[in-house]
């Protein structure tokens, strides 16, 4: 993750969705990283899968998972769709797609340590992190235990 320099990664945390292991999510953080205001700072969200999954399903399950957390038209919504189809690739166990949050710009994403692209969008960035940083997150326990031992 080129350009986040002195970032420190917080434990693992595993999605199980109704029994199956989906992946492990870990967020690299600067030092005095504040979640409050994640948005105006630098960090990486990990996603490394444990099975194998569509790229295209990924994407439309991001789409959904961004409504729990704030509105957006359906233009945008088509457009983030188009976008995240063309960064997301087919995933199988062990391989990594990587988000970063770019303050005031967007997101920029990264596959197994290759960068794929960047969604110009801080609206975009605001909802797709906020899948799982959140209050409004579909897995609050997920998002309590990736901010653990973070300041607020």
Known sequence: MTGLG?????????????????YD??????????????????FA??????????GSAIASRSIDEMRRVGSFTDAQAQAWLVAMRELFPNVSAGERITG???????????????????????????????IWLDERTSEPKMRAQLLQGLQP
Do not use: C, I, S
Not at 14 to 20: C, I
């Open 6 to 22: 002195g970032v420190v990664p917080t434990a693992p945390v595993r999605l199980r969705v109704w029994g199956f292991e989906v």
């Open 25 to 42: 999510a870990r967020l690299w953080t600067p030092r005095g990283f504040r979640y409050g205001q994640a948005l105006q700072q630098p």
């Open 45 to 54: 969200l990990e996603l490394q899968y444990l099975r194998k999954l569509e």
């Open 100 to 130: 970063v949050n770019l303050p005031g710009e967007g997101a920029e994403f990264w596959v197994n340590g290759q960068r794929v692209g960047v969604v110009k969008d801080v609206n975009f960035a605001r909802l797709f992190f906020g």
